[in-house]
């Protein structure tokens, strides 16, 4: 009946009921839009606002005789007694032809004439490491829940040094679980780095000669109060009381609330009004740009967000409101000033993204490669969910994004990872790799190679993925793949258990389209299977009728010529070899 029934702990295996999903913007939800489109035509449910008012998006179960899921839009004002309950902005409902590409483009057009596209990535105050290209390699200290060594310091700069000589391209070094509690264990077990300060500064110095830069993540807006199931437990709850309480959210019945999401965490949010909360920020994130370390995630941010807070000593109005995102704009602006007065060269990433925080970052968290193995989706989602580079194709060019959450390089299975990579590729996303679990020790040799193959086409396409402009693709007809996968939920403990295996569907061939700053076109075809694959495709170039161009054809680092002063569109044939960009 084309309805989307609602899927279990894996994409492809259904629970009772339908699908349906609800994200508040700006932070879970990352732009103000909702789409539902099919052959005939679509429906196009957004807000335009560029005043960071707090929305849900929400889309719902059929109502009783409906076809159609019911998409919602919810409006949380501030509470304020005695004012009046206004909205400054335009709610707009349309009608479009085509896909989502077509919708987007709707919103785009509205969107790149708000204030933060003011300017492009290329325009901004960003250092030789982001202008030029890179890949990222992904390595634990520390094993977690038990606090034991995975990977020396040492160790992790001496393989993410000699695996970017051997591709030829700068790697940034993701390093885990380094913190003096464990990881994740912020603010009071950030520092000193369990394995000691001179580790730390040591492999930070060590990658840095080789022309490679050390990454960490640090809690953004959050305490880590305790975490009960650590060996050796952690506790700052007497620290947090004397420091962390009066800077936290308050809910509305006055009190601020400790959460837990995996057995035996527990963590308060704080609220970003407060100097506390600005002042730890800049004190972790340029705590690491001085300890060498110039790639630096603020975690849990913008995707735990925005919160509603009813501090009545907080200086903001009460709940939600514009306020919460103005607050984290000047946090961001603030330590963005502090970290480059240390090192140029330093960027800030965060863990998902919201369109509003885009002038202050270099990079964000993105999981659509590997996003059934430990992504955003959830248990309800609807079945089969596709994941569709919605944000990139709006904001392509203006921010970037790398593969986030375990990309692994040392797990038995093949193509789940090998589609991790083409897929975050075509994506416009830098790919990502690495070894986070203790076992097995060595990476896959199939998995590595295309890793190195995938770093090495992302530079060569770089002003495309990083500085260009996403397009809609040329439509191919390729061959599906299934990959088989054991899903990590986050207790660490789990994800090698034979009964979470699962298994997704998609196409053998990943493909983009893109437009360069200087003009000109690029198109992306990764090959994430082992088999040779051949097609057909017209290669197109919007807004340039008439123009001519020289097309060429990129492949394991050889480049050949395919036509010369053509004019496009124009029909070839495409041969993809396995593994292949």
């Known amino acids: 009946d084309g309805l989307p029934l609602m899927s279990g702990r894996g994409p492809e295996s259904p629970a009772a009921g339908l699908g349906e999903f609800s994200q508040i913007y700006p932070g879970q939800q990352s732009m103000q839009l909702l789409l539902c489109y099919n052959d005939r035509a679509g429906l196009y449910l957004a807000t335009h606002d560029s005043g960071m008012h707090v929305k849900t998006f929400a889309c719902a179960k059929p109502a009783d ?23 400054p902005y335009d709610t707009v ?14 919103y785009r057009a509205w969107a790149r004439q708000q204030w933060w596209c003011a300017k492009k990535l290329a325009e901004r105050d960003i250092g030789p490491t982001l202008r030029h290209g890179f890949g990222v390699w992904q390595m634990s200290n520390y094993h977690i829940p038990k606090l034991k060594l995975n990977h020396s310091l040492n160790q992790i700069a001496g393989e993410v040094n000699a695996l970017s000589r051997d591709i030829g391209v700068p790697l940034l070094a993701l390093i885990f679980n380094f913190e003096k509690g ?12 369990r394995e000691g300060e001179r580790a730390f500064r040591a492999a930070m110095k060590k990658l840095r000669a080789a022309g490679n830069r050390g990454f960490v993540y640090m809690p953004g807006g959050n305490w880590y109060v305790a975490i009960d199931s650590y060996d050796p437990p952690f506790d700052s709850r007497a620290a947090f009381e004397k420091q962390g309480r009066t800077s936290g959210v308050v809910a509305a019945d006055g009190t601020v609330q400790i959460a837990s999401w995996y057995a035996g965490w527990h963590c308060a949010r704080l609220c970003p009004t407060k100097k506390f909360t600005r002042e730890m920020t800049a004190d972790l994130l340029v705590g690491a740009v001085r300890r060498g370390c110039p790639v630096v995630q603020i975690d849990n941010f913008p995707c ?14 009460r709940g939600y409101g514009p306020w919460y995102t103005r607050a984290w704009l000047d946090i961001l602006a603030d330590v963005r000033r502090r970290a480059k007065a240390v090192d140029r060269d330093c960027m800030i990433s965060t863990e998902g993204v919201a369109e509003t925080y885009i002038p202050h970052l270099d990079l964000y968290d ?14 309800n989602d609807p079945m089969h969910g596709e994941v569709i580079p919605l944000f990139q194709y709006v904001y392509g060019g203006y921010i970037g994004a790398y593969t986030a959450a375990y990309p692994e390089c040392n797990r038995p299975e093949v193509l789940y990872w090998t589609r991790c990579l083409g897929k975050s590729l075509a994506q416009g996303v830098v790919p990502t790799g690495g070894r986070y679990w203790p076992e097995p020790k060595q990476s896959n040799p199939v998995t590595l190679a295309f890793y190195k193959t995938v770093v090495r086409a992302a530079r060569d396409c770089w002003k495309y993925i990083m500085f260009g402009e996403m397009l809609k693709p040329p439509a191919i007809k390729v061959p599906t793949i299934e990959a ?39 198109w992306i075809f990764a090959n ?21 161009f020289d097309v060429h ?3 394991g680092g050889r480049r050949r010529s395919l036509w010369r002063g053509a004019t496009l569109p124009r029909r070839t044939r495409v041969v993809c070899p396995p593994l292949s960009v």
């Open 182 to 193: 464990g990881a994740w264990t912020g603010p009071k077990g950030f520092f000193p780095p």
């Open 304 to 317: 735990g967000g925005p919160d509603a807070c009813f501090g009545a000593d907080h200086g903001h109005p």
């Open 553 to 555: 054809i990129r492949t």
């Open 484 to 522: 088989a996968y054991l899903r990590f939920t986050g207790e660490c403990l789990d994800h090698l258990l034979p009964h979470n295996r699962h298994v997704v569907t998609d196409a053998a061939v990943q493909h983009s389209a893109w437009r360069a700053d200087d003009g000109s076109f690029g």
């Open 93 to 106: 409902v349309g009608v479009f032809h085509g896909d989502w590409y077509d919708g987007a483009g709707l």
């Open 528 to 548: 994430v299977s082992q088999e040779e694959v051949r097609f057909p495709v017209t290669l197109t170039a919007p807004g340039a009728t008439g123009a001519r």
């Open 366 to 379: 993105h999981r659509g490669g590997n996003m059934e193995y430990f992504g955003h989706r959830g248990d």
């Open 65 to 87: 005789g409906s076809a159609f899921p019911v998409m919602s839009i919810a409006h949380h004002s501030p509470e304020v007694a005695g004012e009046p309950v206004a909205l």
